[in-house]
């Protein structure tokens, strides 16, 4: 009864392919988000998406795309991966509108390696 | 640019003993934060959260400390217990946004140890 599942756990890849991490969340929220930790342990905010919107962090190059099939799914395709990609990619979902009863629920994370 | 800050990596304390973990933010917009706490190979779990019209929240062993004037947030642990050893994180946002294009911004995380 996991609330909010990614797949696969670990991803090993080679420069240049194209790799997708999928996500999904069964608690009804409506938004749904990427985040990525890097090697310095931060947890930034790479894309929030509702039904209505899609909110990308201008830092993150287009070779990512979120993809959102339904709004218990929200997919993340890479494209031409580069060795900085490394990292631990966390999805998380919550009701619109973060409030003090709606906090952010994380996956497990995808631990991302290029070589 | 460390929005919020965790200036201690780690933190030991024994068993039964008060943990606290501190954190700072700079940015004056933010008015929600919240703790969330991660074991390894695991996403971060939240933990407990406060707005800014408040300066303390209490759930059970857990309490959160806003001083708004100094832009300083705590999280007491009291008793500490074997299993609240994981590394916590502060994160924070403008509830206004609605945590959507901003998302939460976190701290690096401290990893606190609770010695037997």
């Known amino acids: 009864d996991t609330a909010v599942s990614q797949t696969p756990k670990y991803l090993v890849t080679q420069m240049g392919n194209d790799k997708s991490i999928k996500c999904e969340q069964n608690l009804g929220h409506d938004t749904m988000y990427w985040y990525k930790q890097d090697s310095k342990k931060f947890l930034k905010i790479m894309f929030s998406y509702n039904n209505k919107e899609l909110i990308i962090n201008e830092t993150v190059p287009n070779r990512f795309s979120p993809k959102s099939p339904d709004k218990a799914h929200l997919n993340l395709h890479i494209n031409s991966l580069e060795l900085g990609d490394s990292a631990v990619y966390f999805c998380?979902?919550?009701?619109?509108?973060?409030?003090?009863?709606?906090?952010?629920?994380f996956g497990n994370g995808t631990r991302l390696t290029v070589t | 640019d460390q929005q919020v800050k965790q200036n201690s990596p780690s933190l030991s304390v024994q068993e039964g003993r008060i943990s606290i973990l501190n954190c700072d933010y700079t940015n004056s917009m933010f008015d929600y934060f919240l703790w969330y706490k991660k074991y390894p190979a695991e996403g971060p779990t939240f933990l407990i959260s406060?707005?800014?019209?408040?300066d303390k929240n209490e759930d059970g062993r857990f309490t959160v400390f806003l001083n708004k004037s100094a832009k300083h947030l705590s999280l007491h642990i009291v008793p500490s217990q074997p299993g609240d050893s994981a590394v916590y994180f502060c994160?924070?946002?403008?509830?206004?946004?609605?945590?959507?294009?901003?998302?939460?911004?976190f701290g690096k995380g401290t990893h606190l140890i609770i010695q037997p």
């Open positions: 998380a979902s919550s009701l619109l509108g973060q409030d003090y009863n709606s906090p952010l629920h």
């Open positions: 406060i707005s800014s019209i408040k």
């Open positions: 994160a924070a946002s403008r509830l206004e946004s609605g945590g959507g294009a901003d998302g939460l911004t």
